[in-house]
């Protein structure tokens, strides 16, 4: 499968962003979809996934109740909606695509498909 995310730009702190990924493919009965966040000098991040067998989600615990992962199926579209951003939200996030156990969803190691990154700068 193949992914395009887009959707990034330069917030200040509190304010609201909403990435997208579009698939080559439908994803929902078939990948787990995630966003993975990097920055300059660090490993990529787990930030969120949305599991295939029931579309249940999973967050890093620096985001929890503040972004929120969901795909639209018709569109063959994953999303990352972000409130409330932080200058600890900045980095490129890459969108990605796999079928990883439970135990490995929150390593990068486990997907197989990548999009290209956009970049979220948050000034505070």
């Known amino acids: 499968v193949q992914l395009q995310a887009s959707g990034g730009g330069l917030v200040q702190a509190g304010a609201s962003l909403t990435l997208s990924c579009a698939t080559s493919?439908?994803?929902?009965?078939?990948?787990?979809v995630a966003w993975f966040r990097q920055v300059p000098g660090k490993e990529r991040g787990f930030v969120a996934a949305?599991?295939?067998?029931?579309?249940?989600?999973f967050y890093a615990d620096s985001v929890k109740g503040r972004f929120t992962i969901s795909r639209d199926n018709a569109k063959n579209t994953l999303y990352l909606q972000m409130t409330n951003l932080q200058p600890g939200d900045t980095g490129v996030y890459f969108c990605?695509?796999?079928?990883?156990?439970?135990?490995?969803?929150?390593?990068?190691?486990?997907?197989?498909?990548w999009g290209q990154g956009t970049l979220v700068t948050v000034s505070s």
């Open positions: 990605a695509a796999g079928r990883p156990i439970l135990s490995s969803m929150r390593a990068s190691s486990a997907y197989t498909s």
């Open positions: 949305i599991r295939t067998s029931g579309g249940k989600t």
């Open positions: 493919e439908r994803t929902a009965n078939t990948y787990t």
